[in-house]
């Protein structure tokens, strides 16, 4: 593919007035700016005619692949017919259908949709629902939130407070008062039980109980967890740890936010990922794969139980955003969805998903990989200077081996995936679902070559 004319320009004009987000701005002073004009199914393509495999699905987003002109199309459609009205006090009939197709795919109760336009909106939505549902059951002193270790769940000031990573926050301080951590499920570091897995399940839901209890019941409103948590390398939760969680909830009234703005629409093989580890929560968090990436949105699905005070007399949730349920987003999100059911994308990742895992699984025979851990199409592979010890790498040479070298290289070598240390060092992968085994392997190889070199560098 040949570099678009159009295009040469673009790096200097990045540098000069793009301020890219969660971006070194001071890296691309003397260095040209990675600038991707488009994409093909599972590959993009740079401005110089590059082409790279999508290892990351854009950011956890595009599930049906690049370059689906049936979503273009049907956002022009809608456009033409109505292409924007907001959802405050009306409706609009992509946005009505939409929140009916998600009532549909979720479980048990969760019948009311409340569109955003992203997964920190939704976050920053469902504690502030939480809070109101509260003062208007009569418990006024229920507004504190509980969280993991190293979870991220967001941007806006409540969401960021959820956020359990310490240097995004700090910049940031004072931030939303309430929010409290514990322990996330990383049982390849467990203090405890790391031999048993189910055991180790109980300890760490256990933990939000003492949170719960050490806070007051009467103050905690709801716990927020991510079916398999994306910052730290994609930890799955042990058996029986969402089950015990529910109950812990459900003793104290606390209500269980499920936070599926990575997992859900097919990333682990289900349409909400709740369903995959078999647990009902109260509210579901979600965005990113709703329309695959071709326009943006975003939503809470709130339980029956948890919407009913709110439709009674006039009491209102004093809360909304003036782009949320869109109607083009939602026409989209539909053509979406249909193009799930019509290819059977959930399907296709539970019937590969262990083909993935086996692949990825291959690397664990360079000295430095120490694990391979996810669910479905969304793995993490952690790097350490010792698999026997599972010594991790300090500061410095994270920032000289994952930021200096592995990150540019894999880039270079024809994969455009994550290297990550919020938390441990790891390579993050969450392709898109249409990805195969020839995908598997293309990704695997690149890996090898990679971290090879990195070792050799070490």
């Not at 003397?30 to 393509?45: D, L």
């Not at 479905?376 to 040479?397: A, C, M, P, Q, R």
């Not at 920032?399 to 994550?418: D, H, M, P, Q, T």
Request: net charge negative; aromatic share 12%; glycine share 8%.
């Amino acid at each position: 593919m040949s570099a678009d004319p159009a295009t040469k320009d673009l790096s200097k004009t990045a540098y000069d007035h793009l301020w890219m987000h969660f971006t070194r701005m001071s890296s691309y002073e003397n260095n040209p700016v990675p600038t991707i004009v488009s994409g093909e199914g599972t590959y993009i393509y740079d401005s110089n005619g590059r082409k790279y495999l999508d290892g990351l699905a854009g950011l956890f987003v595009v599930q049906a692949g690049h370059g689906r002109a049936e979503l273009a199309e049907v956002a022009r459609k809608q456009a033409e017919k109505l292409a924007f009205f907001p959802i405050w006090s009306y409706a609009h009939p992509a946005a009505v259908e939409l929140a009916e197709r998600l009532a549909s795919y979720a479980p048990g109760d969760l019948n009311k949709v409340f569109f955003t336009t992203g997964g920190g909106e939704a976050v920053e939505t469902a504690w502030k629902l939480a809070k109101q549902y509260f003062k208007l059951t009569g418990e006024h002193t229920k507004y504190k939130v509980i969280s993991r270790a190293v979870a991220y769940h967001g941007t806006p000031q409540g969401a960021l407070s959820i956020t359990g990573l310490p240097a995004l926050k700090a910049p940031f301080e004072p931030l939303v008062p309430g929010a409290h951590k514990v322990v996330n499920t990383n049982i390849y570091r467990a203090p405890i039980h790391g031999d048993n897995p189910e055991a180790y399940g109980r300890w760490c839901a256990d933990q939000i109980e003492q949170e719960i209890l050490f806070e007051g019941p009467e103050t905690v409103a709801a716990v927020f967890l991510e079916p398999v948590q994306n910052a730290g390398g994609c930890f799955p939760p042990p058996p029986g740890y969402f089950q015990r969680v529910r109950e812990i909830c459900d003793q104290y009234n606390v209500l269980l936010v499920s936070d599926e703005t990575i997992c859900a629409f097919g990333r682990l093989g289900t349409m909400f990922a709740c369903d995959k580890f078999d647990y009902i929560p109260d509210i579901i968090t979600c965005a990113k794969g709703m329309t695959s990436g071709y326009s943006p949105i975003g939503a809470a699905i709130i339980s029956d139980r948890i919407a009913e005070p709110f439709y009674h007399g006039d009491n209102t949730f004093l809360h909304g955003y003036t782009f949320g349920g869109h109607p083009v987003s939602s026409a989209v999100a539909l053509a979406n969805l249909d193009i799930f059911e019509r290819e059977g994308l959930n399907k296709h990742v539970l019937a590969n998903e262990d083909a993935f895992r086996s692949t990825l699984e291959k690397l664990l025979d360079l000295p430095i990989v120490g694990d391979v851990r996810g669910n479905g199409f969304f793995y993490g592979i952690e790097l350490v200077k010792d698999k026997v010890t599972k010594e991790s790498f300090n500061d410095d040479e994270c920032e000289r081996i994952l930021y200096g070298y592995v990150s540019k290289a894999l880039f270079e070598n024809g994969l455009y995936c994550r290297a990550d240390d919020r938390g441990d060092p790891v390579i993050q992968l969450s392709p898109p679902l249409i990805a195969d085994q020839s995908t598997f392997d293309e990704i695997e190889q690149i890996l090898r070559t990679v971290l090879t070199e990195a070792w050799a560098r070490m």
